[in-house]
């Protein structure tokens, strides 16, 4: 199977109605993980990205909810009951991102924002922001494949190994995203949506 994309813009706060109907949606773990958020504006980007990782198994599986998620050590998130089945969920200031695959998927979607001069050429040996959050956006989406945990991004970027594949996705104006496999295969499309039509 080809990875499947879903990504939508979040253009406007979440209504207190909309956020206690997309908590009662979670998984008991994934809910008091999102109420930790103590401030409630941060919740938006990821009970938008479970719904949208809802609507996307509803899509491709027809599960009228979300399995239990269980996570690797290096916090790798999976299905235990379900392991042919991967999934991979990216969220940054007004958009989300999420994958699923029958094989080990990374996506990333950050939002380019000002970064100092030191910090890209430390970083990412780069002068714009927005080439800094293209690197930054393979490392991460690479590293969330693998499953190898976030501190191996702040290396400097390795090239490509033999078998793995990136590509860099055109989400919305403003936002770097992209996806990592191992998988041969492009990334069939990429479905866009607004918050007002996931709701």
Known sequence: MAIELWAARLER????????????????ERRERVLRLK???KRREPLCAYL????????QYRWRQLPEIAHSSFG????PDHPDVHFNISHTTGAVLVGLSDQPVGVDIEKIRPVSQRAM???ADVRTERAFFQSWVRREARAKRGGTGVGTMLASETPLQYGEYFYELETFPGYVAGVATRGREAPGTLRRYSLDEIL
């Open 13 to 28: 706060p979440l209504t207190a109605r909309e956020s206690e109907a997309m908590l009662r949606m979670l998984p008991e």
């Open 39 to 41: 401030q409630e504006e």
């Open 52 to 59: 949208i990782l809802r609507m996307a198994l509803w899509e």
């Open 76 to 79: 790798k998130p999976y299905f």
């Open 121 to 123: 050429e430390r970083l």
